[in-house]
């Protein structure tokens, strides 16, 4: 099945392991608000366990070096795209009050940026990741 919206993660890709995986985790529960329709319905096994739903659509990881990064935050912005962000910064917080506080302080073109995740129409998301390679 083919989707009219897209889901994206950009990850820079100078990052430890970890670092990945958290940022993407992060980034991907910032997505889940972007519409009431990101979220599918909640699964049930066959022996009657239910489970949180998730997205109702794949999520599409890329990596990216820091250029690449802020010429993705920069489309992004400029087309209106619901987007979240992870900063160098977050790595040295450990709450979300802190989280907002750093970034608050800092203009959009001087933003550490580690990963970015954005969601919309399928045709806007690919102007957005154009250039970038899928993460492997």
Same mark, same amino acid.
């Given at each position: 099945?083919?989707?009219?919206?897209?889901?994206?993660?950009?990850?820079?890709?100078?990052?430890?392991?970890?670092?990945?995986?958290? !940022?993407? +985790?992060?980034?991907?529960? =910032? @997505?889940? *608000? $972007?519409?009431?329709?990101?979220?599918?319905?909640?699964y049930e096994? #066959?022996?009657?366990?239910?489970?949180?739903?998730?997205?109702?659509?794949?999520?599409? !990881?890329? +990596?990216?070096?820091?250029? =690449? @990064?802020? *010429? $993705?935050?920069?489309?992004?912005?400029?087309?209106?795209?619901?987007? #979240?962000?992870?900063?160098?910064?977050?790595?040295?917080?450990d709450?979300?009050?802190?989280?907002? +506080?750093?970034?608050?302080?800092?203009?959009?073109?001087?933003?550490?940026?580690?990963?970015?995740?954005?969601?919309?129409?399928?045709?806007?998301?690919?102007?957005?990741?154009?250039?970038?390679?899928?993460?492997?």
């Open positions: 099945m083919r989707f009219d919206t897209k889901i994206a993660v950009i990850v820079r890709d100078d990052l430890a392991d970890w670092q990945k995986l958290n !940022v993407t +985790a992060f980034l991907s529960s =910032g @997505l889940s *608000r $972007a519409t009431d329709d990101i979220v599918g319905k909640p096994d #066959a022996s009657g366990n239910t489970y949180l739903p998730m997205f109702r659509e794949p999520v599409v !990881v890329y +990596a990216a070096d820091t250029p =690449g @990064l802020f *010429r $993705a935050h920069t489309r992004a912005l400029s087309r209106c795209l619901p987007t #979240a962000l992870f900063t160098e910064e977050l790595f040295g917080t709450n979300e009050d802190d989280n907002r +506080a750093a970034i608050r302080t800092i203009e959009a073109p001087d933003l550490n940026l580690v990963g970015l995740a954005l969601y919309g129409p399928r045709d806007q998301v690919d102007k957005v990741t154009r250039g970038l390679r899928p993460h492997r």
